[in-house]
């Protein structure tokens, strides 16, 4: 059964990949990645209903969760935790659950992925509602413990959306919008972190980072509302109120400590005064 799932075909063209130099290893991967960037540019009509329905609960008082195990567990958590200090959200507002939990993030936790009460229970724990989203993301669309996240998604009346690389795979069925991938076989048979794994990645970034500004969290295509929380970042914020006013890098420097460090608030109060 596991050898009817595409993301677990042997890739021909590399069953000699032992026997290759590094040069023609290097290659091959890299020509199989290429092939990623093609499989979601072909379901970018899926993408943008998952962006709509997103956009529709971050812009009420609902929240999103991703889930997910290894790989597709650590894609998610990456991007909910990118969210925070690029666009100024609380954190609360996109959360991630992992198989295994916090620990997964850096090791594999044998048995996570097939585990079907762990993640109902913690999203059960966190209050999952009817004004909520779940982004349920498995490179098979087999993996139990995603499916039984979207099982309680679905009974607790929140909406259900699914990334995975398989579409004739149970999480397709059960989700509302699925955004299948089609990258098939990888390098090295099954090793899904790869190309699928990039097209996971692709699609999480694409999508949030549409949500964002589709809810305003930038302006023109500046981070109006990052959160400088180091020297790299407390710089390109005096850069974006230098560059969007008529301050000077000292005086859009004194604007943010006004402020905090919000660029939000500093751009505000340079609308609310009519100045610039």
């Given at each position: 059964?596991?050898?009817?799932?595409?993301?677990?075909?042997?890739?021909?063209?590399?069953?000699?990949?032992?026997?290759?130099?590094?040069?023609?290893?290097?290659?091959?991967?890299?020509?199989?990645?290429?092939?990623?960037?093609?499989?979601?540019?072909?379901?970018?009509?899926?993408?943008?209903?998952?962006?709509?329905?997103?956009?529709?609960?971050l812009?009420?008082?609902?929240?999103?969760?991703?889930?997910?195990?290894?790989t597709?567990?650590?894609?998610?958590?990456?991007?909910?935790?990118?969210?925070?200090?690029?666009?100024?959200?609380?954190?609360?507002?996109?959360?991630?659950?992992?198989?295994?939990?916090?620990?997964?993030?850096?090791?594999?936790?044998?048995?996570?992925?097939?585990?079907?009460?762990?993640?109902?229970?913690?999203?059960?724990?966190?209050?999952?509602?009817?004004?909520?989203?779940?982004?349920a993301?498995?490179?098979?669309?087999?993996?139990?413990?995603?499916?039984?996240?979207?099982?309680?998604?679905?009974?607790?009346?929140?909406?259900r959306?699914?990334?995975?690389?398989?579409?004739?795979?149970?999480?397709v069925?059960?989700?509302?919008?699925?955004?299948?991938?089609?990258?098939?076989?990888?390098?090295?048979?099954?090793?899904?972190?790869?190309?699928?794994?990039?097209?996971?990645?692709?699609?999480?970034?694409?999508?949030?980072?549409?949500?964002?500004?589709?809810?305003?969290?930038?302006?023109?295509?500046?981070?109006?509302?990052?959160?400088?929380?180091?020297?790299?970042?407390?710089?390109?914020?005096?850069?974006?109120?230098?560059?969007?006013?008529?301050?000077?890098?000292?005086?859009?420097?004194?604007?943010?400590?006004?402020?905090?460090?919000?660029?939000?608030?500093?751009?505000?109060?340079?609308?609310?005064?009519?100045?610039?």
């Amino acid at each position: 059964m596991e050898r009817n799932r595409s993301t677990e075909a042997v890739l021909d063209a590399t069953r000699d990949l032992d026997r290759r130099t590094a040069a023609e290893i290097l290659a091959a991967i890299h020509a199989e990645d290429a092939k990623a960037v093609s499989a979601v540019g072909e379901v970018l009509p899926q993408i943008e209903k998952a962006v709509d329905v997103l956009a529709c609960t971050l812009g009420g008082s609902g929240r999103w969760f991703n889930v997910g195990a290894g790989t597709s567990g650590r894609m998610g958590a990456l991007d909910a935790a990118e969210l925070p200090p690029t666009f100024g959200i609380e954190p609360s507002r996109v959360q991630a659950i992992v198989a295994g939990g916090a620990r997964a993030l850096s090791r594999a936790v044998e048995g996570a992925e097939d585990d079907v009460y762990a993640g109902p229970c913690e999203l059960r724990r966190r209050g999952l509602g009817a004004g909520d989203a779940v982004v349920a993301i498995s490179a098979s669309g087999h993996t139990p413990f995603v499916l039984s996240c979207l099982e309680e998604a679905h009974g607790a009346g929140a909406r259900r959306i699914a990334i995975t690389c398989n579409p004739d795979s149970p999480l397709v069925e059960a989700a509302e919008i699925a955004i299948v991938t089609r990258t098939n076989g990888e390098v090295i048979a099954g090793s899904t972190r790869m190309k699928a794994g990039l097209a996971q990645k692709m699609v999480l970034h694409l999508i949030s980072t549409t949500v964002m500004v589709r809810l305003g969290y930038v302006k023109g295509n500046l981070m109006t509302h990052l959160v400088p929380s180091s020297q790299k970042l407390r710089e390109r914020a005096v850069g974006i109120v230098e560059s969007t006013t008529e301050l000077d890098a000292e005086q859009a420097a004194r604007l943010l400590d006004k402020h905090g460090g919000s660029v939000a608030a500093a751009l505000a109060s340079l609308e609310k005064t009519g100045t610039q």
